[in-house]
């Protein structure tokens, strides 16, 4: 086998951007912090979990019917499996 060398770049996402762009792009790349009350989907957290070997898993509903809230679910989910 070959040398191989990696180089890594790093590239300020933030240069040129506005405070209030600059926020929005915080919002982007962090999960949302999930409530305390939150209503558990287990119907679909069943779903995820069956399909979590598929390449691609699409979800889709209009805006504030919870997407991201399930996915950050699911995540946590996976991430207190992972813990034990």
């Not at 790093?10 to 209503?39: C, E, S």
């Not at 069956?50 to 889709?60: E, Q, T, V």
């Amino acid at each position: 086998m070959g040398n191989y060398k990696v180089k890594y770049y790093h590239r300020d996402l933030t240069k040129g951007v506005t405070n209030q762009n600059q926020i929005l792009l915080q919002t982007k790349f962090h999960r949302p912090h999930l409530p305390a009350d939150l209503i558990k989907r287990s119907r679909l957290l069943e779903q995820l979990d069956k399909n979590i070997d598929r390449p691609l898993i699409l979800i889709c509903a209009p805006a504030g019917f919870g997407k991201t809230t399930l996915i950050g679910t699911w995540f946590e989910k996976l991430a207190m499996k992972r813990a034990e």
